[in-house]
């Protein structure tokens, strides 16, 4: 099907492998591996990591946030906003040797940094897109990185890293520069610290609904 071009998603070629789960006999309740290309088509549950990368003032608490501009040359959203770190769980790993993965691949944190990482829950929504609709489960952490700290490009897939303040961060998300779902991270991030609350913003509580959306499927 790839040959003949037959569905729109295949052009996206990856040559990596996402499980497809929901088989109780085996250990990993994998039932199967599927081109992380042609999920959208089957409408596949996926999964991935994403990195809110912060750096905290000692004195006054203030926080900023280091955001990757995707490279022009991604097969998906070129050029778009994206956290310091985020990826797809491929290939049988689970989401903490992703964290670590990613972090030395797209913005080379080392291990010993990568590793103070802090689980925050995860958010879950539907995407919707012309290559069809797909339910995805992203793990979220927050990572704070040392003041002194520059991550830097390694495997191509980022263009250039820019520190903001959350003010600048969301200046951006509302010009629609964030690739969307690592929009709906930073949100989630703005929601967790209260810098977005039920005081300030109308929908507050209808986007809490829109990016914790429970999915009927296999995990």
Not at 12 to 38: C, H, M, Q, T
Not at 57 to 67: I, L
Not at 90 to 114: F, H, M, R, T, Y
Request: glycine share 8%; aromatic share 12%; hydrophobic share 40%.
């Amino acid at each position: 099907m790839r040959e003949l071009q037959s569905w729109p998603s295949l052009a996206k070629w990856r040559d990596e492998l996402y499980p497809v789960y929901g088989d109780s006999s085996d250990p990993n309740n994998v039932a199967v591996f599927i081109e992380r290309a042609a999920s959208y088509n089957f409408g596949i549950r996926t999964f991935g990591v994403h990195i809110n990368g912060i750096v905290r003032d000692r004195a006054s608490g203030a926080v900023q946030m280091w955001v990757a501009k995707r490279s022009p040359s991604k097969q998906t959203w070129p050029g778009y906003l994206d956290q310091i770190v985020a990826g797809g769980i491929g290939n049988g790993l689970g989401a903490w040797a992703s964290v670590v993965k990613e972090c030395d691949e797209e913005g080379g944190i080392p291990q010993a940094i990568a590793e103070t990482a802090v689980s925050a829950g995860t958010i879950q929504y539907f995407t919707k897109s012309e290559l069809g609709l797909q339910p995805e489960t992203q793990y979220v952490y927050d990572l704070e990185l040392p003041p002194d700290f520059v991550p830097f490009p390694k495997d191509g897939e980022v263009d250039s890293f820019h520190l903001w303040t959350l003010d600048q961060v969301m200046d951006r998300i509302k010009q629609n520069l964030f690739k969307p779902n690592c929009a709906v991270c930073v949100i989630d991030f703005m929601i967790r610290h209260g810098y977005l609350t039920a005081e300030t913003e109308p929908d507050y509580l209808q986007i809490i609904d829109n990016i914790h959306r429970p999915l009927p499927f296999p995990c």
